[in-house]
């Protein structure tokens, strides 16, 4: 964790980025699709999980849900706690090492973002954690049409879509889009019921 935390850390604290140039901006794969907005959950809880400096957690929580920010980075954190605080929005941050899992009391949330960070080991969890109706929307870096050699933080080809094709048989899941290219893979699936 250490590691990790001080890289992200460094990367966070190098950035020059301040808390009211922050704006909550919708996940790249939903601004792609559009009718997924529609689709979306406006109540309830949500989960932002390696959330950066909280993009993702104040459109969330501009969308109306209880927004529960994750990262192993204390910058990153404070970052997105500000910025919540200067749009008036807010968002639980915490620091959160995923070597933990996730939080066992994160259960029945209407929303999950996770956006290019892979934790292969939580795919499962993921669909687990949401309500019926919740939504996860995961984008990881992938290996497919990479400009270039992947790295190990790349998924292999259909990692995403391999995870979450039993779930999705069995009718636990709706796969609302799936795609993968350009150096990344989204999916954004819907929990049908318990």
């Keep these: 964790m250490e590691a990790d935390r001080d890289r992200w850390d460094e990367r966070w604290s190098a950035s020059g980025?301040?808390?009211?140039?922050?704006?909550?901006v919708a996940p790249d794969i939903v601004d792609a699709h559009p009718e997924l907005l529609e689709q979306l959950p406006t109540d309830g809880t949500a989960l932002d999980l390696a959330c950066g400096?909280?993009?993702?957690?104040?459109?969330?929580?501009?969308?109306?849900?209880?927004?529960?920010?994750?990262?192993?980075s204390p910058v990153a954190v404070d970052l997105t706690a500000r910025?919540?605080?200067?749009?008036?929005?807010?968002?639980?941050?915490?620091?959160?090492?995923?070597?933990?899992?996730?939080?066992?009391?994160l259960r029945g949330l209407a929303m999950i973002v996770c956006q290019r960070y892979r934790a292969s080991d939580?795919?499962?969890?993921?669909?687990?954690?949401?309500?019926?109706?919740?939504?996860?929307?995961?984008?990881?870096l992938s290996a497919v049409g990479l400009d270039g050699a992947a790295g190990p933080f790349h998924a292999p080809p259909g990692e995403l879509s391999d995870a979450y094709r039993s779930a999705a048989a069995e009718g636990t899941i709706e796969v609302l889009v799936d795609e993968e290219r350009d150096g990344q893979a989204s999916i954004v699936v819907r929990r049908t019921h318990d």
């Design 17 to 24: 980025v301040e808390p009211d140039r922050a704006v909550p």
């Design 53 to 72: 400096i909280g993009a993702q957690s104040l459109w969330m929580a501009a969308r109306g849900l209880t927004v529960s920010a994750l990262d192993v």
């Design 83 to 105: 910025s919540a605080a200067q749009h008036g929005l807010t968002v639980n941050a915490a620091v959160w090492d995923t070597d933990e899992g996730l939080p066992a009391d």
């Design 122 to 140: 939580l795919y499962l969890d993921f669909m687990q954690r949401l309500r019926p109706d919740g939504v996860l929307i995961l984008t990881v």
